[in-house]
């Protein structure tokens, strides 16, 4: 599998990039969400999203069990997007589920040798630090999936007001396990 990471704030094009990349393939797309209409506000986001893909796209709904998802979807000849797995996070903390487990398993299913992943993902740790201890937990989490998965990924694409900006872009190689033991409390 070849997989690429990107990264960015809110509203930065992180999304719409990924998109074009899979699209500008020329192979069949399937979108894997990880939202969920919880409220009003975020059936109309997912609308906006839905809106906004080409058409003949797939889409999966997986909000939690992801590593599954992606081992059934990517397949040779076959693009694959994730978005997001800020979304997906929030998900599995919401429902007790070990991040770090989950990590580990998503990682494991990226390393399969098969079809085209983007993964979408924000990049929270840039502005305040979050004022609550839920808030903070999530951000280190994210902070900790995000550095585990650019250490898998031969692809990390960052990307600010639309602009992507390439930080690793190298043939696949197998990546070094990541250590949670390093990660500061």
Known sequence: ????????????????????????RGLPVTLIATAQALDAEMAARIARHRAGRAEGWRTVEEPLDLAQ?????????????????????????HAGRDPDRESERLAAALAAPTGEVWLVSNEVGLG???????????????????????????????????LPLALKNEKPAPAPPFDLSARAP
């Open 128 to 162: 305040l630090v979050p004022d609550t201890a839920l808030g903070r937990a999530f951000r280190d989490a994210q902070g900790w999936l995000n550095q585990r998965l650019a250490a898998t990924c031969p692809r990390v694409v960052f990307v600010a007001a639309g």
């Open 69 to 93: 998802a992606l081992a059934r979807e990517a397949a040779p000849g076959q693009a694959v997007v994730v978005d997001c797995l800020t979304l997906w996070l929030s998900n599995l903390m």
């Open 1 to 24: 599998m070849t997989a690429t990471l990107v990264l960015g704030g809110a509203r930065s094009g992180k999304s719409r990039f990924a998109q074009g990349e899979a699209e500008a």
